[in-house]
Antibody, heavy 119, light 108 residues
Framework: EVQLVESGGALIQPGGSLRLSCEVSGFMLGNYNMNWIRQAPGKGLEWVSYIKADSTLILYADSVRGRFTISRDNAGNSLHLQMSNLRHEDTGRYFC????????????WGQGTPVTVSS | SYVLTQPPSVSVAPGQTAGISCGGNNVGAQRVHWYQQRPGQAPVMVVYEDYNRPSGIPERFSGSKSGNTATLAISRVDAGDEADYYCQVWDGNSKHVVFGGGTKLTVL
């Protein structure tokens, strides 16, 4: 069974840093591209970042480029999102998502981890 | 940047068919995916690449496209289908994953 379990969400002050992790099981992480997608409270889905299976291509939404860094440890079956210089508008639930491939469908989602940026 | 437009809400009576639209420039050339998000839960993919259903998704869920509009149809709707539904594409120009704003489906 495919499982993705996020962790690391917390209440953090503006300007602070946070590292999210996603532990996967039920499949070989190294065979799949991965994404982080977030959802602000009561709002829609917003793509945050993408990393190719072999880390040779990394992409970011304009809203987080330069502040967030995605990485992966295929041997350890984990995906990470290092977030720095956090802003109020970064508040939301962050989902780790397995990418379905060429057409970019988001085929499996974790339950998400909550991030609250507030003073 | 690429924009997908969905109606904020759709209402349907039980047993009827709900249609949720997703409009975008030249969406006919895109592969459109659809997700269901029940309250308090993570999204689940219900249609991928315009009209394909993942394993375990009922046949009541179907996708189609015509011109610049993609549509998710849910037949024989019941209370369990109440959820937010999102369409999504991969925009090759910006190299971004793009979601529509979401549609709240209400079963009357």
């Amino acid at each position: 069974e495919v499982q993705l379990v996020e962790s690391g969400g917390a209440l953090i002050q503006p300007g602070g840093s946070l590292r999210l992790s996603c532990e996967v099981s039920g499949f070989m992480l190294g065979n799949y591209n991965m994404n982080w997608i977030r959802q602000a409270p009561g709002k829609g889905l917003e793509w945050v970042s993408y990393i190719k299976a072999d880390s040779t291509l990394i992409l970011y939404a304009d809203s987080v480029r330069g502040r967030f860094t995605i990485s992966r440890d295929n041997a350890g079956n984990s995906l990470h999102l290092q977030m720095s210089n956090l802003r109020h508008e970064d508040t939301g639930r962050y989902f780790c998502v397995r990418d379905g491939g060429k057409t970019g469908n988001q085929e499996f989602w974790g339950q998400g981890t909550p991030v609250t940026v507030s003073s | 940047s690429y924009v997908l437009t969905q109606p904020p809400s759709v209402s349907v009576a039980p047993g009827q068919t709900a249609g949720i639209s997703c409009g975008g420039n030249n969406v006919g050339a895109q592969r459109v995916h659809w997700y269901q998000q029940r309250p308090g839960q993570a999204p689940v993919m219900v249609v991928y690449e315009d009209y394909n259903r993942p394993s375990g998704i009922p046949e009541r869920f179907s996708g189609s496209k015509s011109g610049n509009t993609a549509t998710l149809a849910i037949s024989r709707v019941d209370a369990g289908d109440e959820a937010d539904y999102y369409c999504q594409v991969w925009d090759g120009n910006s190299k971004h994953v793009v979601f529509g704003g979401g549609t709240k489906l209400t079963v009357l």
